[in-house]
């Protein structure tokens, strides 16, 4: 399991968070339910992934427990995935530099 995996994991968890926040909205409005029906399975099998990799990973990546604590935050808040992948690409570019 690699960290580049988990990322992008984290951006399609998040994307899909966001495109069902808008289809929620749609629906809770008059319009279809469409959006709802086909994205709440998807974004719900993406978040599972996210939470186990995120345990698969933590001691591989050497996150603290509040890193961890932290990344996990990041898959229920809008826009946390693509905070976790930034925070990531930051580490990396560090660690490489180093």
């Known amino acids: 399991m690699t960290i580049e995996r988990f990322r992008r994991i984290a951006l399609l968890e998040a994307t899909t968070f966001l495109i069902l926040l808008v289809a ?14 086909i994205l709440g399975p998807i974004h719900g099998l993406l978040f ?15 996150w603290t427990r509040k890193q961890t604590i932290w990344i996990l935050v990041g898959a229920v808040l809008p826009f946390g995935g693509y905070v976790v992948d930034w925070w990531l690409a930051r580490r990396e570019r560090t660690a490489a530099g180093a």
């Open 48 to 62: 599972v992934v996210y939470v186990l990799m995120v345990w698969q990973l933590h001691d591989e990546a050497g």
């Open 24 to 37: 929620s909205v749609i629906k809770n409005t008059g319009g279809s339910e469409i959006g709802v029906k």
